[in-house]
C-alpha cells in the first residue's frame, strides 16, 4: 500500500510540476463554464443541469488527455524499466497511475462548485442533485481514468494513447444517445453499458448501487486489462 | 548467489538467449560481454524481473524470482543502458522517491541519500533538474538509484557507454568501490572496460555463452596453442628449427623476415606443457647462439572476443 501511495504522489505532484495541469484545468474551466452560462439565464432556473449534463462530453476528452502520458510516457523514455524494477509488484504501478488521474480528475472539479454557490445566492438552489452530480462526477473521472490509463498501456506514442482513450470514452458517453440505430433486442444491453446513462441517474440526486456498481466494475475492467497489457509485454 | 539454469528468452520466434547457465558468487564482478544484439541486456533483464523468461530457472539467494518477486526485487539494483531517468524532476527529488518507494524511513533516507551523494559525487547538482544534466552526470544520478536500497547485487547494463573518458573512469572508480563487498554484474562490449574493473567474464554470442573464466585465464587460453617470439644472433634457421622443434610441446617453428643484420627471428607455436620458455632458453644456451628476444605473446581479449564471436 505504501508503495502504491509514493506512486501515486509521485505522478500527481508530476501533473503540477508542469504547465500540463493548469492548461487542461484551463480549458477544461472555460469549456464547462461557457456552455453553461450561456444559456444559465435563458433557462432562468437555479440548478446545474446544463453542467452535468456536458460534463461526460467533456471529460471524454480532457480525462484522455490528462491519462495519456501515464504509461505511454514512461514506454517511450524507458524509465519503465528502472520503475517495474525497483521492489513494487506491476498491480503497484497500475493503480497508483490510475489513482493519479482520477484525483486530477476530481481536483478538476473543485472550481466548479463555484458555480453552485453563486447560483445558491441568486436563486433557490436544490443541493440533493447537485451533491449527487458531484458524487456522479467523480465516479466518471475515476472511470474514464481507468480507460484513459488502459488506452495508455497499449501503445509508446502519447498522440495514440490519447486518441485510443477518447474513442472509448466517447463511445461510453454517448451509446445510450444511438441506441436507436440498434434492434431493440440489443438496447436495453446498451443502454446499460453506456456511462452517460448511469452518469444522468446519479445526477437526478439518486444514488442507486447499480450505478455505483457500474463504474466500479467499469474502473475494475480497464484497470484488469492494463494490468493484462503491461504483463504481457514482459 | 546468482544461479541460473536454462535460460532461455523467444522475441516471438527469434531466440534472444538460449539456454544459458550461470552461477555467480558473492563479491564477484562479473562482466557479460558479447558484440550488440548478442543477449546481454535481455539477459540482464531476466536477472532483475523486468522481463519473463520463456523458459529456465533464476534463483536469487535461493529465492526464485518468480515466487518471490518483491523480495527479490528488494537484493537488486538495477541501471538499464543509457539511464532512463525521469526528465521534470530535480535529483533530490528523484533519489527521495526512490528510497521512499524502496521503503526506507525518515532518517535513514536522509541518511542513505546522503552517502550516495558523496559516493556519487552528486553534491553540486542535487537542486538540478534532471533532464538538464549531461550524460555523465545522469549516469550517477543512475547509480545513485541502483544503489539506493543497499543491494547486494548490482546490475549494470553498458554504465560506462556514451561518456568521454573521464567520465568513464569516475563511473569505474564508484563501481569498484561498491564492488569491494557487492556482487556486480555488468555487461559491456568494450573490451579494455571488461579488462579493468571485472574480476571475471563471460563471453556471450548469439544467446549462448562462449567462454567463461577469470581474465587472466582467458587471456592466457589454457590448453590452447601459445605463440613465442625468438630473436638469435649466429644462428642458422634450419639448425635452430630442428634443435627448437625436438622439445616436448613445441609444434612448429617459422621463420620471420629476417634483416639483414644477421639476426634469426622466430615464432614458436606450441601447446602442452606450461614450462616450456624454460626449456627453450636451456636449449638456447647450451648453443653459441646470442639471444635478443624472447616474448610469449600474450593473446589479447580483443583477439579472444573476435576469434569466439565472428560470423562464420
Given at each position: 500500500m505504501t508503495r502504491t501511495l509514493q506512486i501515486f504522489k509521485k505522478e500527481l505532484r508530476d501533473y503540477f510540476v508542469s504547465p500540463i495541469a493548469y492548461i487542461v484545468i484551463c480549458i477544461f474551466l472555460l469549456i464547462t463554464g461557457w456552455f453553461f452560462f450561456s444559456t444559465f439565464f435563458i433557462f432562468n432556473?437555479?440548478?446545474?443541469r446544463t453542467f452535468f449534463t456536458l460534463l461526460p462530453l467533456t471529460f471524454s476528452f480532457v480525462i484522455p488527455a490528462v491519462t495519456m502520458r501515464l504509461f505511454a510516457e514512461e514506454l517511450h523514455s524507458g524509465s519503465y524499466e528502472m520503475l517495474l524494477t525497483l521492489p513494487v509488484r506491476l498491480s503497484d504501478i497500475v493503480l497508483g497511475k490510475f489513482l493519479a488521474g482520477a484525483a486530477f480528475a476530481a481536483i478538476m472539479l473543485v472550481p466548479t462548485l463555484v458555480y453552485g454557490f453563486s447560483i445558491s445566492f441568486i436563486g433557490d438552489l436544490d443541493w440533493g442533485p447537485v451533491a449527487g452530480g458531484y458524487i456522479g462526477a467523480v465516479l466518471l473521472g475515476a472511470s474514464y481514468s481507468a480507460v484513459g490509463v488502459f488506452a495508455s498501456t497499449l501503445t509508446k506514442n502519447q498522440i495514440v494513447a490519447f486518441i485510443t482513450g477518447m474513442v472509448i470514452c466517447f463511445a461510453l458517453t454517448l451509446l445510450d444517445k444511438v441506441v436507436?440505430?440498434?434492434?431493440?433486442?440489443?438496447v436495453d444491453v446498451f443502454t446499460q453499458i453506456a456511462a452517460g446513462y448511469h452518469f444522468e441517474n446519479i445526477s437526478k440526486g439518486i444514488l442507486d448501487t447499480r450505478d455505483v456498481l457500474y463504474f466500479a466494475s467499469v474502473i475494475f475492467a480497464f484497470l484488469y486489462g492494463a494490468h493484462m497489457v503491461m504483463q504481457e509485454k514482459r | 548467489m546468482i544461479h541460473v539454469e536454462k535460460l532461455t528468452k523467444f522475441y516471438g520466434s527469434f531466440?534472444?538467449?538460449?539456454q544459458i547457465d550461470l552461477d555467480v558468487s558473492r563479491g564477484e564482478i562479473t562482466g557479460l560481454l558479447?558484440?550488440?544484439?548478442?543477449?546481454k541486456t535481455t539477459t540482464l533483464r531476466m536477472l532483475t524481473g523486468y522481463l519473463v523468461p520463456t523458459s529456465g530457472s533464476i534463483l536469487i539467494k535461493d529465492l526464485s524470482i518468480d515466487d518471490e518477486s518483491l523480495a527479490v526485487k528488494k537484493l537488486i539494483g538495477y541501471l538499464p543502458e543509457s539511464a532512463p531517468l525521469y526528465h521534470n524532476i530535480l535529483v533530490y527529488d528523484y533519489l527521495d522517491y526512490i528510497a521512499r518507494v524502496r521503503d526506507l524511513d525518515g532518517r535513514r533516507r536522509i541518511e542513505r541519500i546522503h552517502e550516495l551523494v558523496d559516493l556519487c559525487g552528486l553534491s553540486g547538482i542535487m537542486?538540478?533538474?534532471?533532464?538538464?544534466?549531461s550524460k555523465g552526470l545522469r549516469q550517477r544520478v543512475g547509480l545513485a538509484h541502483a544503489m539506493m536500497g543497499d543491494p547486494e547485487i548490482l546490475v549494470l547494463d553498458e554504465p560506462t557507454s556514451g561518456l568521454d573518458p573521464n567520465q568513464i573512469v569516475e563511473i569505474r572508480d564508484i563501481i569498484r568501490a561498491f564492488g569491494k563487498e557487492k556482487t556486480i554484474i555488468l555487461s559491456t562490449h568494450i573490451l579494455s572496460e571488461a579488462e579493468a574493473t571485472c574480476d571475471r567474464i563471460v563471453i556471450i554470442d548469439k544467446g549462448k555463452i562462449v567462454a567463461d573464466g577469470s581474465t587472466e585465464s582467458l587471456k592466457q587460453g589454457a590448453g590452447e596453442e601459445r605463440t613465442i617470439h625468438l630473436t638469435l644472433l649466429h644462428a642458422d634457421f634450419d639448425t635452430a628449427s630442428q634443435t627448437l622443434s625436438a622439445l616436448d610441446g613445441v609444434s612448429r617453428v617459422e621463420r620471420m623476415d629476417t634483416p639483414d643484420s644477421g639476426e634469426l627471428r622466430l615464432k614458436i607455436f606450441a601447446g602442452g606443457p606450461d614450462r616450456l620458455r624454460e626449456r627453450i632458453y636451456a636449449c638456447v644456451k647450451q648453443t653459441d647462439w646470442v639471444m635478443v628476444e624472447f616474448t610469449q605473446e600474450a593473446k589479447s581479449l580483443e583477439k579472444i572476443f573476435r576469434d569466439l564471436t565472428r560470423e562464420v
Open positions: 432556473q437555479a440548478n446545474l436507436f440505430f440498434f434492434p431493440p433486442q440489443v | 531466440c534472444a538467449v538460449d558479447g558484440p550488440n544484439g548478442a543477449g537542486h538540478k533538474n534532471i533532464g538538464e544534466l
